[in-house]
Nanobody, 116 residues
């Protein structure tokens, strides 16, 4: 069973930075990509950033130039460096591990709150 554990969320002022971490454990096979999603109250969960097994990255337009996704394969960890945070970045951030076998795994989420 695959488990994802996120950390690094918190309360920060506008313009501040946070770094989220997601550690994957368990029997991990056929990884397609890992990504970060967020969900604000009353809104649908949306993709923030993703990184494929080949290292290709993709970002939501709203975070381009401010957020950076990276990974440490040796530690089975993916990171999300978030700079120049805005109040609209507030939400629960979830880590996702997608596989080529169509099984997807999610973490429990970590809250990010950006005060104005």
């Amino acid at each position: 069973q695959v488990q994802l554990v996120e950390s690094g969320g918190g309360l920060v002022q506008t313009g501040g930075s946070l770094r989220l971490s997601c550690v994957a454990s368990g029997k991990i096979f056929s990884i397609s990509y890992m990504g970060w999603y967020r969900q604000a109250p009353g809104k649908q969960r949306e993709l923030v950033a993703m990184i494929t097994i080949g290292g290709r990255t993709n970002y939501a337009d709203s975070v381009k130039g401010r957020f950076t996704i990276s990974r440490d394969n040796a530690k089975n960890t993916v990171y999300l460096q978030m700079n120049s945070l805005k109040p609209e970045d507030t939400g629960a951030y979830y880590c996702k591990l997608a596989t080529f076998t169509s099984y997807d795994y999610w973490g429990q989420g970590t809250q990010v709150t950006v005060s104005s």
